[in-house]
């Protein structure tokens, strides 16, 4: 009734277990120490945070910078306009008839910023003529260029920005109507190079004291975590001391 055995050199085969990575990894756990990964991840956090601060602020600082030069320029362009509709107003012999005369009287009443050039534009036979009040002398030869002012009168919008060799330069113009008949415009520049560099030197101290910020986390997560992580390693080392014969390890509870 019972079949033959096997032979009885014949073995069974073996199952032979492959262990996958995922698993190997959960056995041995990580090697980097919990206390390095707390104090990693809190310094992550917070350089993050504080990029991101340093991003907005920076940000808000130069369109800060933007806006009051645009609101600098639209004062002028007002002043200038009231200016010349008085004028318009005054008695037929007391007018003044050229657009030089028009600018000459204006901006001898004027004192503009350190950063700032007024410029009166007209237009001859010969060509652009302009009249300019500033107080930098290498502003002054910017705002004297012709190239420059051909540029910004030829400009089918009312304000603008160009690259000089000091910086940045923000425009606004307005067309100067007279009782002249000659074209005419008046021209307020702004340049922010000066307020840009405040505006990132700021950036860069905010970025010192964010770099001492991190410094200092680093130390405190460091203390912190090993505090944490006191009562684990003190149940570890318990664990690791008892054994099948010795069961007499206690472990304090706080």
């Known amino acids: 009734p019972w079949g033959p055995g096997p032979p009885a ?42 990029l991101a601060v340093i991003l907005i602020v920076r940000q808000f600082l130069h369109n800060d910078v933007t806006a009051q030069a645009n609101t600098a320029l639209e004062q002028e362009s007002r002043e200038f306009a009231a200016f010349a509709e008085r004028l318009l107003e005054t008695a037929p012999g007391q007018r003044i008839n050229a657009p030089e005369q028009l600018f000459r009287a204006y901006l001898s009443q004027q004192y503009p910023a350190s950063d700032g050039a007024l410029i ?44 000089t060799a000091a910086g940045p330069m923000l425009w606004s113009k ?20 000066d307020a840009e560099e405040a505006a990132d030197q700021t ?18 997560s460091w203390v912190v975590a090993g505090l944490i992580l006191a009562p684990v390693r003190t149940v570890r080392q318990a664990a690791a001391e008892i054994s099948e014969h010795d069961l007499t390890r206690r472990i304090p509870v706080q």
Not at 32 to 39: C, K
Not at 125 to 153: M, N
Not at 175 to 185: F, I
Not at 203 to 220: D, H, K, P, Q
């Open 9 to 50: 050199n014949c073995r069974r085969p073996r199952r032979t277990t492959t262990m996958t990575t995922t698993e190997r990894r959960r056995r041995t756990g990580t090697r980097v120490p919990a206390r390095v990964q707390i104090m990693g991840w809190m310094l992550l956090l917070l350089a993050v945070v504080l």
């Open 120 to 163: 009166g534009v007209w237009s001859t036979p010969a060509g652009l003529r302009s009249l300019s009040q500033e107080q930098d002398d290498d502003i002054g030869k910017i705002v004297r260029d012709r190239a420059l002012i051909s540029r910004i009168t030829a400009s089918h919008d009312h304000s603008g920005t160009v690259s």
């Open 174 to 193: 307005v067309q100067a109507d007279g009782p002249h008949d000659a074209k005419s415009w008046f021209v307020s520049a702004h340049f922010t190079e």
């Open 203 to 220: 950036v860069r101290t905010l970025v010192l004291v964010s770099g001492i910020g991190l410094v200092l986390a680093a130390v405190s």
